[in-house]
């Protein structure tokens, strides 16, 4: 579904990060057990070494669980502010027409390409048309 983001994905281009947690303890060879606040404890806390970053450097980078409403299906919703380009590409005998959207979960920001259907069936009050 366009507009959730799961619980440890990451868009293209920008990543998201929530933490840092104490490592409690090494699971088998790939897998560590973390320290979760009980805000998150229906988040299983066993993650994979391709999960976890060892230091984040740049704060900026790093999102306040505050600022993460994770539900119990473990995703939370981003909310559409504006419709900033549309393009059609060709595909063999098709066209596809896809729309850059303008996205905002509390203070951040960001910019993705969906299929400008989609996006006119849930959102229908971005395509407003002058007249």
Known sequence: MKGVMRFGKKGKLSPRFIGPYRILLRVGWVAYKLELPSRLEYVHPVFYVSMLWKCVGDPSRVVP????????????????????DRQVRMLKTKEVASVKVLWRNKNREEVTWEAEDGMKSKYPHLFHTPG
């Open 65 to 84: 669980i505050e600022d993460v409403h994770i539900t119990e299906e473990f995703s939370y919703e981003k909310t559409p502010i504006a419709i900033l």
